[in-house]
């Protein structure tokens, strides 16, 4: 039995690859997240980790729901990503009195990461200055709030 397949438009794939918001938005995020990692690699910490750390102190004791919102996160993802923090003692979760809610706090071992990172942090970001210029990357910036924000009110 054969099986009729379409012909796959070359040109239409390249179109789609050049526009798509979702394919250049994960690529680009991709390349942010590979530049800060390797920058970051002598503190131990990941982009992604020294992101939970930052939104963690700035947020102080929140629950999983409400980190997971604010990094614009799945809830079952962000659960993942705190359990090596969590195991390196950066991180300590606590429960509220009914037992049921847990909070995330960040502990002295993960305020003193985030002191560790912050020059890895700085030459990180410095690199993008330099390619982009102050003015350009915070204009980046506010752009992608927007495109934050946007997809997040958007009803499907």
């Known amino acids: 039995m054969q ?36 920058i970051l690699a002598p503190t131990g910490l990941r982009s992604t980790q020294l992101v939970i ?3 963690g102190q700035l947020l102080g004791p929140s629950s999983i729901a409400r980190l997971a919102r604010e990094l614009v996160m799945d809830r079952s993802t962000l659960t ?16 509220a009195e009914n037992g049921k809610h847990k909070s995330v706090e960040l502990t002295a071992e993960g305020r003193s990461a985030l002191v560790k990172a912050a020059p890895y942090w700085e030459r990180a970001q410095s690199h993008l200055v330099s390619r982009f210029g102050l003015e350009n990357l915070n204009r980046i910036m506010g752009d992608l709030g ?5 997809t997040r009110s958007s009803a499907m």
């Open 80 to 95: 993942r990503n705190l359990k090596p923090l969590l195991n390196m003692g950066m991180l300590q979760l606590l429960k």
């Open 146 to 150: 927007g495109v934050i924000d946007a």
């Open 53 to 55: 750390l930052i939104t």
């Open 3 to 38: 099986c009729d397949i379409p012909e796959i438009d070359q040109n239409k794939l390249a179109e789609m690859a050049r526009t798509c918001a979702c394919f250049n938005f994960r690529k680009a995020s991709r390349s942010v997240t590979q530049l800060f990692d390797q």
